[in-house]
């Protein structure tokens, strides 16, 4: 897990999701987030940032002993992504459900992934797996005082 001392909120209707560096790329992170306000969530924290190495690394850190591991946080910090705190209620599975699935090839219709993914690594965009987790991964990004 990502290191951070502090205390943990989890909220039911919060979760992190981000525009990742394909779709920063591509220059359809407005027409994404234009689709998250579309679909009834409300953006409490919104960032643009360009990761490190390490600090995709960390985010990460779960999935360490993947084979795609070195694949997925070169890709993560090859350029700016879009950090978002988003509410809604049932945030989690909402905005997963949103996404679509993590191969854009098995993606429902009308989900970010089916539209604007290129392969199962390139895929638009993440979004938080448990409410446990979106709490996690909202502190490794946002301070409180930049949630709104
Ligand atoms: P999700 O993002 O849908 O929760 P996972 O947590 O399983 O999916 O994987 C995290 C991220 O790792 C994926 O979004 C994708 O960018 C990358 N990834 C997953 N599986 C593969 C794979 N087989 N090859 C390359 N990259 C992958
Ligand atoms: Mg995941």
Same mark, same amino acid.
């Given at each position: 897990?990502? @290191?951070?001392a502090?205390p943990?909120?989890?909220?039911?209707n919060?979760?992190f999701?981000?525009?990742?560096?394909?779709a920063?790329?591509?220059?359809v992170?407005?027409?994404?987030?234009?689709?998250?306000l579309?679909n009834g969530f409300?953006i409490?924290?919104?960032?643009?940032?360009?990761?490190t190495?390490?600090q995709?690394?960390g985010f990460?850190?779960?999935?360490k002993?993947?084979?795609f591991?070195?694949?997925?946080?070169?890709f993560m910090?090859s350029?700016?992504c879009v950090?978002?705190?988003?509410?809604?209620?049932?945030?989690?599975?909402?905005?997963r459900?949103?996404?679509?699935?993590?191969n854009p @090839?098995?993606?429902?219709?009308?989900?970010l992934?089916?539209?604007?993914?290129?392969s199962i690594?390139?895929?638009?965009?993440?979004?938080?797996?448990?409410?446990?987790?979106?709490a996690?991964?909202?502190a490794?990004f946002f301070?409180?005082?930049e949630?709104?």
């Amino acid at each position: 897990m990502p @290191a951070y001392a502090g205390p943990i909120y989890i909220m039911s209707n919060l979760t992190f999701g981000i525009i990742k560096p394909d779709a920063v790329k591509k220059g359809v992170h407005g027409t994404i987030i234009q689709r998250v306000l579309d679909n009834g969530f409300k953006i409490r924290g919104m960032k643009l940032i360009h990761q490190t190495r390490r600090q995709a690394e960390g985010f990460y850190e779960v999935h360490k002993e993947r084979p795609f591991f070195g694949e997925l946080t070169e890709f993560m910090s090859s350029g700016p992504c879009v950090v978002m705190v988003l509410e809604k209620e049932n945030a989690v599975k909402a905005w997963r459900d949103l996404m679509g699935a993590t191969n854009p @090839a098995e993606a429902d219709e009308g989900t970010l992934r089916k539209e604007f993914a290129s392969s199962i690594g390139e895929n638009a965009v993440h979004g938080s797996d448990s409410e446990e987790n979106a709490a996690i991964e909202i502190a490794y990004f946002f301070s409180k005082l930049e949630l709104v």
